[in-house]
């Protein structure tokens, strides 16, 4: 036995570890690292587990290709690359380049060798159909930046601010938020509040956050726009607003005055469940009395309805609050491995990427980074005509799991000519894909820290890692750059990775393309893999420049598209308990949440992880579960407009009434899937039919009208 010291890739935060070895370096144990400057000896329950991922007994040690009869066959690597590529090159022939796609989740994202793969060999092939998790979960905040435009310099950093104000996002257990410390979320959070942060949370459930705040306003789910439009109103009313940095920077304050003029306090309370005073009180605590600190949201908002008017919302709180540093003030993460960019105090119109280039065939949506809209993606592939999806990579996401309206997407995935999935396990995906092309897991490959996403650690941190322990005996697993480098020798492409042209005539090595991205770092590659536990480059400190005297950007905070949009919510009528969708009426609203055992449709073949959670649970307050007429630990059927899911209740006082809280990422394949095995797919609750924001194509995938009873059996029992 022996340990040695890497980090974690199963989340954006790569919290440093200290991981025990048995004598053939196989895991036996996993902990967080007290020595790493970053995360602090802080590890999550799944980082804990790693050992029972890496060996769970679902893990897929060989390349696999499905057989006539369904089944799967070993087949050696090279081979499965000659046969994927031969099929892709007729397919493109036939149909153009188009046809053919990649979709990526975090298994793809967290890989520093990988991520830019998918995107270099589409780009090569000509494709356009470029899809990933971002424009499935939080792609509001780019709608707001094109919108609204965007500060050149950072926000107001946690060590320094007054006040947080958070809608729809849990932190201390998603891990994932802007504008707060995640590498061990709640000593940050102790040590803010210690020092007299002030914290305001919005959110239907009394959340691990909401715990720590000072004001905690508790809404009907989906009523995000409204919150931030009664906030805006009351701070324009009240004259908090920063008046000279408005005038200086912002070219529509009067137009959003008018816009949020209806949605005065005591509407905003009778429409989202709060109290009105409550508003006031939280209004004031962050622009009258707090002046560093912004509002930041998160899923709750991004999935929900009018997703993107309300993260807009929520970030004209900030501008019209000036909550941005300014010249002078020094950036504490002016990054590490992405080139350092000249921070000005300044405007920065970035525009609306979606009104350019590129159109979708379905629904006409432009895209964001370079990415199509993935709420379309099953419609690509299913709708015929030219430019019809007919071979996909599913590279590191559950595809068949995790997206909404599951039987739609199963479909689409069961009707394409070629399904490839990179994946270390059979998960629903797997079971559907005609190659399976299992990939080495992160312990078992060199890597770097998060770069794409670097400006969410609060310090210029960057580290490496070499492979620190050996795959399964007898395992043919690949590195996931060298199924797209593999393919793209054998279609005749040249591969642009991150910038760098690859010489195609040398394989590269996993090293060699971390170099790649590391190139911008301030110390030499080799340097920067000697430090064993990383390093925080604040050696050469970055402050804020004063502004172009030739730049005159301005916010923009209420274009048209916005302010009609805002006076469509004002028009709605909803009514708690009888809420409607598609002409039905329902009792209850269904929001998503997060759980410290999963991440999205991983870790659920953890033993560990399943005594703890067996299934995914409906969490609902208890007096709603006794109207049922049921216990906690009773069987539910929840309904919705576009189908069903049964669910066993489990009781949680934090929730407000009329709301059921289950987390994503569940279930079997659609008729295979049995509760109390498997848990509930609540992407079954879900259209992607309908109910797209007109941007992004961005489901209703919370706040979802629902209806419950008691399931048959139950019934039966009495």
């Not at 701070?235 to 920063?242: L, S, Y």
């Not at 005073?277 to 605590?285: I, M, P, V």
């Not at 906690?632 to 809280?661: Q, W, Y």
């Not at 079954?684 to 007109?694: F, Y």
Request: aromatic fraction near 8%; proline fraction near 6%; glycine fraction near 8%.
């Amino acid at each position: 036995m022996r340990e040695v010291r890497s980090f974690c890739r199963f989340c954006m935060v790569f919290c440093g570890t200290k991981v025990t070895l048995d004598d053939e370096n196989h895991i036996v144990g996993v902990r967080g690292d007290h020595d790493d400057p970053m995360n602090q000896g802080y590890s999550c329950l799944k980082g804990v587990e790693a050992a029972g991922t890496y060996y769970a007994p679902n893990r897929v040690l060989h390349p696999l290709k499905r057989q006539p009869d369904g089944s799967f066959a070993r087949i050696p690597l090279e081979q499965a690359l000659d046969e994927i590529a031969d099929k892709m090159r007729a397919i493109a022939a036939r149909d153009g380049a188009d046809a053919v796609g990649v979709f990526r989740g975090g298994g793809a994202m967290l890989n520093a060798s990988a991520q830019a793969m998918a995107p270099a060999f589409l780009a090569a092939l000509g494709s356009h159909k470029n899809f990933t998790t971002l424009t499935i979960d939080q792609s509001a905040h780019m709608i707001a930046a094109g919108r609204i435009g965007m500060w050149a310099a950072p926000r107001h950093p946690l060590h320094d601010s007054d006040v947080r104000m958070m809608f729809g996002t849990n932190p201390l257990v998603a891990l994932t938020a802007t504008d707060f410390d995640l590498s061990n979320p709640t000593k940050a959070m102790k040590r803010a509040r210690a020092r007299g942060m002030k914290l305001i949370v919005i959110d239907p459930r009394r959340t691990e956050t909401a715990r720590y705040a000072d004001i905690f306003l508790q809404p009907y789910p989906g009523e995000d726009t409204t919150i931030a439009a009664g906030m805006l109103h009351i701070i324009f009313t009240e004259g908090w607003h920063d008046a000279e940095f408005c005038a200086a920077h912002v070219a529509d304050l009067d137009a959003l005055k008018a816009a949020v003029a209806p949605f005065s306090p005591d509407y905003v309370a009778r429409r989202a469940g709060i109290d009105a005073e409550d508003l006031h009180r939280a209004t004031a605590l962050f622009a009258r009395d707090s002046q560093r600190g912004g509002a930041l949201s998160g899923t709750g908002v991004c999935m929900g309805p009018h997703s993107n008017l309300a993260d807009h919302l929520v970030e004209a709180i900030n501008v019209v609050c000036g909550r941005f540093q300014r010249a002078g003030e020094r950036v504490v993460n002016p990054g590490v491995l992405r080139a350092r960019q000249v921070r000005r105090a300044q405007v920065m119109q970035i525009g609306r990427s979606w009104e350019q280039g590129f159109k979708s065939r379905i629904g006409n949506y432009g895209t964001i980074w370079g990415e199509m809209m993935s709420g379309i993606l099953a419609d690509e592939i299913l709708a015929p005509g030219e430019g019809q999806i007919r071979a996909l990579i599913a590279h590191g996401s559950n595809l068949a799991n995790i997206m909404p309206d599951q039987r739609k997407i199963v479909r689409a995935l069961n009707s394409l000519e070629l399904l490839v999935n990179i994946d270390p396990f059979m998960n629903e995906t797997s079971q559907l894909a005609d190659y399976i092309l299992p990939t080495r897991m992160g312990y078992e490959r060199a890597d770097l820290t998060m770069y794409l996403y670097e400006s969410l650690y609060t310090r210029p941190y960057a580290r490496y890692t070499p492979p620190v322990a050996e795959p399964p005996a007898g395992a043919e697993l690949a590195e996931d750059w060298q199924i797209y480098w593999g393919l793209a020798q054998r279609l005749g492409l040249s591969l642009e990775f991150d910038g760098v042209a690859l010489d195609m005539a040398v394989t590269p090595d996993t090293d060699s393309l971390l170099a790649i991205v590391a190139r911008h770092a301030p110390v030499p590659f080799d340097t920067l893999k000697g430090y064993e536990l990383g390093h925080i480059f604040d050696e050469e400190a970055q402050f804020v420049e004063p502004a172009d005297p030739e730049c005159n950007a301005r916010f923009t905070v209420a274009p048209a598209d916005v302010v009609a949009e805002l006076a469509q919510v004002h028009q709605e009528q909803p009514l708690p308990g009888a809420w409607t969708s598609q002409g039905q009426t329902f009792t209850h609203k269904l929001t998503s949440r997060r759980l410290r055992e999963v991440q999205n449709s991983t870790h659920r073949n953890v033993p560990a992880v399943r005594k703890r959670m067996p299934y995914n649970y409906a969490y609902m307050h208890p007096d709603d579960i006794a109207e049922l007429g049921i216990a906690a630990g009773g069987k539910i059927e929840i309904t919705s407009d576009a189908g069903s899911i049964p669910a066993i209740v489990a009781a949680e006082p934090d929730l407000k009434r009329g709301v059921v809280s289950m987390s994503h990422g569940w279930g079997a394949l659609p008729d295979e899937t049995d509760y109390e095995r498997d848990g509930a797919n609540t992407g079954l609750l879900i259209s992607t039919d309908r109910d797209l924001d007109p941007i992004n194509a961005m489901p209703r995938m919370t706040a979802i009208p629902v209806r419950l009873a008691p399931y048959a059996q139950e019934i039966a029992a009495e």
